[in-house]
């Protein structure tokens, strides 16, 4: 008789185990999980618009680095604790949903962007990031720092 109880009380404890809380979520009553998107598009002209929103979750507020250059990058940004941490310290706040065109890149230059979600205590929730190349004309920068051809100028 033991050995039937034993049996009938383990599914109960396992199927109670497995209950949600009545608002639906496992994050002790934090609402849905947080995630942030993050897209940059609209690359060309020596331009791109970036744009993040919360896709699920709420944020208290939230921190971006538009267009870091990757060369000037000094930290694994493949690491997420690191990219994190480096955004905390040299993001810029911003609103969200938030749109930006950036404007004046230099064509052929790899950037690096990320965001992240920030709860009321100032902790990142979620973070996302994306590396894009600038593409536009070539003429719009001048590598040695130039003002271009001056053929026309009698000196």
């Known amino acids: 008789m033991k050995h039937f109880y034993c049996l009938l009380l383990i599914p109960l404890l396992m199927a109670a185990g497995c209950n949600k809380p009545e608002n639906g979520d496992d994050n002790g009553g934090q609402g849905e999980t947080p995630a ?64 930006k065109t950036l404007e004046d890149l ?10 992240i979600a920030l709860d009321g205590n100032g902790t990142a929730t979620c973070s996302a990031s994306h590396i894009w190349t600038a593409v536009g004309k070539e003429e719009a920068w001048s590598e040695d720092g130039n003002t ?8």
């Open 36 to 99: 942030i998107g993050l897209t940059v598009d609209g690359i060309e002209n020596n331009c791109a618009t970036i744009s993040v929103s919360m896709t699920s979750g709420t944020a208290a507020s939230a921190k971006i680095v538009e267009n870091l250059p990757l060369s000037e990058v000094q930290f694994d940004y493949e690491n997420e604790i690191q990219l994190v941490n480096y955004v905390k310290e040299n993001g810029i706040e911003i609103t969200l949903p938030y749109t």
């Open 106 to 115: 230099k064509n052929g230059t790899d950037f690096l962007t990320a965001v």
């Open 148 to 155: 271009g051809d001056l053929g026309e100028v009698e000196w």
